[in-house]
Every structure is written in structure tokens, then in C-alpha cells.
């Protein structure tokens, strides 16, 4: 990210974009468990999506659609304003670049609700950023539409309320074997990965946001940890459209090779949880192995997403010190160095998680955490839209994007093969499934 979301900008109620995401990200946590806000963000055709043979003068006609993309307007918008206030941010032009942007979100929804997409595991995300690429890339960005492009801001809106949706009680309930691969898999894949893209002379920036995305839980990992280091929004979305694209062949592979290796439904499962990126491809990788697959593959992945907090925690620390001033490398780095750089939404995002695992009832974080999970998924569909808007082709030209290819291709290579190994060794070996 360009901004340091550290540094004040300027307005008389700044408390710094950080501490903004969480106040307004708690804002609509608070609000959708007190008044039990059931109306998530706007859907097309179910859970199986539409196709060629929907009637879409019923489904665009439905008073329930306009209902839900009206309400999550106003919400969004309210949020967005008071997170841009907070932020001392200006708000000249900004509810009509903010419209602007909360249509193509709704355009990326349609998009990626066509059933075939679904079936491939597509996320939103993906649409959200080709559609905000072709605009960025075919026009130049009106006064009026730019002031609405706030990506960092809705990305840690987000984050913060992703935390709210990831449950340690779940995780725990599910047994240990899960989480301690997710443990294993993350600290070494992440590591390997981060080695050989030094090794390979990729900056220090592009290298951590590719560990993370490749170990941990692909966008939603490289979304924090850009947010973490403050990396550079060209090369996320240069991560962001490789996590997409690798978790598709996959997806549809894995399966088929593990039925041919003869491997259990709990190692496929694990397999395919520990190894595929995105959540939506496990899904439907997970679908493809069976029921008991597929469980063992949502346990799994649920355990790496559990991680994402904590390792985001981590690399806010590793950043720091890694990245000291000259000045500072000849003495010591006081622990308030740490704070002053530590990416206070993570706080959130640890924070969000606990309360919806630990306090509230289970009723209660379940049904809330529906409405949140659409909220944060919307936020995230905001963002991408902005960092396709801001992304011109023309600058790859001065980006080395052949060895970040070239790095993530090989990591999760290496990726496939040791977590197989683990997944064998606690799930058959140890634990006898």
C-alpha cells in the first residue's frame, strides 16, 4: 500500500486509518449483533448461482434484491463516511465515487453468481478486480470517480470483520490434528517460500506477500499482510490474480490424483484444505473427494484461516525490525518501535475473533456471523474494484513480474508435495483415518 497507515493525515478528528477500521469495523459488528440484522448483501440465485436458463425479470424484480441493495448501501455508506472522517480524509465528491464503486461491486456479485463460475470456485474478488482493470486501463479516472477509491480503508474494514467469521471453538471442537498441520504447513511453507524468492532477488516486499498468500490462506493472507507491511497495491493484485488462477487447475486435479494414489477421504481432505488457497476452490475440491473429504478439507483450511491473525502479528514484528533506518540498525530498536508500526486493525481483527468465539453465545455468533461474513466479503469486492481502478498495465513493464511468477509456482509446488507428507503422517500414519 502507498499510505503509511501510521502517519496522520490531516482533519480535526484524525485518530489514523488503522484505528478507524477498527472503530468503524466494530461499529457494524455491534450493530448487526444487537439489532440481530439479518439482510446480508445482495445475492443472485442462491447458493447454485444463475444460469442461461434463469428468469431474471423474477430475480432482478424481487423486492428482497433491491431491499438488501439498499440497505447495504446506507450501511456501507454511513460506515465509509464515518471511516473516511475518522481517517481525515476529505469527503468532497467522495458519495458519488462511493456509488460509482457499490455498483460495479454489485456488477462483480452478478458475474460471479453465473453457476458456472460457481462450479469452478471463482471468488467475487476476482470479477471485482478484472472489472476495475478494464475500466483503470480503457479511461482515465474522473476527479469525481477517484475520490471514491479508498482501498486501504475497505480492506481493513474488512479484515477486521473476517475476524468475527473465524471461530477457535470450531477449530478445536473439530480435533488437533487439523490445526497442528496448519501449524507445520504455514511455518515451513512460509519460510521455504520466503527463502527462495530472496534467493530468486525478489524485494523484500513482493517475497513476504507471496509467502503469505502461498502458506497461509491465499487472498485473505495477502490482503493482511500487504496491509501489514503496507506493500504495494500493483504487486498484491499481481498475487491476488495468481492465487485465483493457480487454485483452479488445483482444484479440479488434486481430487482426481488423490482417488488415483488410492489415498483415504480424511487424507484427500486434508490434503486438499492444506494445499488449495482460496476457500471456494476447497469447497469444490472438497465436494469432489466426497462428504468426508470435504469436511476434513473445511477443518483444515478453517484451522490455516485461525492462523491469519496471529501470523499477520508476527510479520507486523518481523517488518519492523527488518526494515529499521539506517540509524536505527546501529542502536537498539525500542519495543515502541514496534508499536508505532504494528498495523493496529490486526488488533481488530484478533479482537473480533475472541469476542465472536469466547463471549457471545453460539446462536448468537453463528447467525451474526453470516451478515458479517457478506459484509466483509462486500468491503473486500469495494477494494478490488479500487485496485483494479489504480493498476495500469503499462507499469508492469518496470516490475520483475516473471520471478514473483516463477517463485509462486515453485512454493506451491513444494507446497503440494510436503503437505501431502504431513497430511499423511498425522491422518493415517498417527491418527490411523
Not at 471468488?123 to 479511461?139: M, P, Q
Not at 488462477?245 to 490434503?271: H, N, Y
Not at 466483509?376 to 474494484?385: D, G, M, Q, V
Request: glycine share 10%.
Amino acid at each position: 500500500m502507498t499510505k503509511n497507515n501510521n502517519t496522520p493525515l490531516s482533519g480535526r478528528f484524525n485518530i489514523g486509518q488503522d484505528w478507524a477500521s477498527v472503530v468503524t469495523g466494530f461499529v457494524l459488528i455491534i450493530f448487526v449483533v444487537l439489532t440481530g440484522y439479518a439482510i446480508a448483501t445482495p445475492s443472485f440465485g442462491g447458493k447454485a448461482g444463475w444460469d442461461g436458463d434463469h428468469d431474471f425479470s423474477g430475480m432482478l424484480g424481487a423486492s428482497s434484491l433491491w431491499t438488501s441493495a439498499l440497505y447495504t448501501f446506507v450501511i456501507f455508506g454511513l460506515i465509509a463516511v464515518i471511516g473516511m472522517v475518522l481517517s481525515g480524509e476529505k469527503l468532497k465528491k467522495y458519495l458519488t465515487g462511493f456509488l460509482s464503486l457499490f455498483l460495479l461491486a454489485i456488477l462483480a456479485q452478478f458475474i460471479s453468481s453465473y453457476a458456472g463460475f460457481k462450479n469452478l470456485g471463482l471468488e467475487t474478488v476476482l470479477f471485482s478486480l478484472l472489472l476495475g482493470l478494464i475500466l483503470g486501463n480503457a479511461f482515465r479516472l474522473p476527479a469525481w470517480l477517484r475520490s471514491g477509491v479508498q482501498t486501504e480503508l475497505y480492506v481493513k474494514i474488512g479484515l477486521v470483520l473476517l475476524g468475527a467469521t473465524i471461530l477457535f471453538k470450531d477449530i478445536l471442537s473439530a480435533g488437533s490434528f487439523g490445526l497442528i498441520q496448519a501449524v507445520i504447513v504455514v511455518t515451513v511453507v512460509w519460510y521455504f517460500a520466503f527463502w527462495l524468492s530472496k534467493k530468486m532477488k525478489i524485494d523484500d516486499e513482493f517475497s513476504t506477500m507471496l509467502a503469505s498468500a502461498v502458506s497461509i490462506c491465499g487472498v485473505s493472507a495477502a490482503i493482511a499482510t500487504a496491509g501489514a507491511i503496507n506493500g504495494d497495491k500493483k504487486k498484491l493484485s499481481f498475487i491476488i490474480s495468481l492465487v485465483l488462477l493457480v487454485a483452479i487447475p488445483m482444484m479440479i486435479f488434486l481430487p482426481i490424483i488423490a482417488k488415483w494414489m488410492g489415498l483415504s477421504d480424511v487424507v484427500t481432505g486434508a490434503w486438499l484444505g492444506g494445499t488449495i488457497d482460496t476457500t471456494g476452490a476447497v469447497v469444490a475440491a472438497g465436494t469432489i473427494a466426497g462428504e468426508t473429504g470435504l469436511k476434513y478439507a473445511t477443518i483444515v483450511k478453517f484451522s490455516q484461516n485461525v492462523l491469519l491473525g496471529l501470523a499477520a502479528f508476527a510479520i507486523s514484528i518481523f517488518w519492523a525490525y527488518r526494515n529499521r533506518t539506517a540509524g536505527e540498525r546501529g542502536q537498539h530498536v525500542p519495543v515502541r518501535i514496534i508499536w508505532d508500526r504494528f498495523p493496529k486493525f490486526v488488533l481488530g481483527f484478533i479482537l473480533a475473533s475472541l469476542v465472536f468465539s469466547f463471549i457471545l453465545s453460539p446462536e448468537t455468533a453463528q447467525s451474526s456471523g453470516k451478515v458479517i461474513k457478506s459484509f466483509s466479503t462486500f468491503w473486500f469486492n469495494l477494494a478490488f474494484i479500487s485496485i483494479g481502478l489504480e493498476t495500469r498495465f503499462a507499469d508492469f513493464r518496470h516490475m520483475e513480474s516473471k520471478k514473483p511468477f516463477y517463485s509462486f509456482l515453485i512454493a506451491q509446488t513444494f507446497n503440494i508435495f510436503f503437505t501431502l507428507g504431513v497430511s499423511y503422517l498425522l491422518f493415517q500414519l498417527i491418527g490411523g483415518k
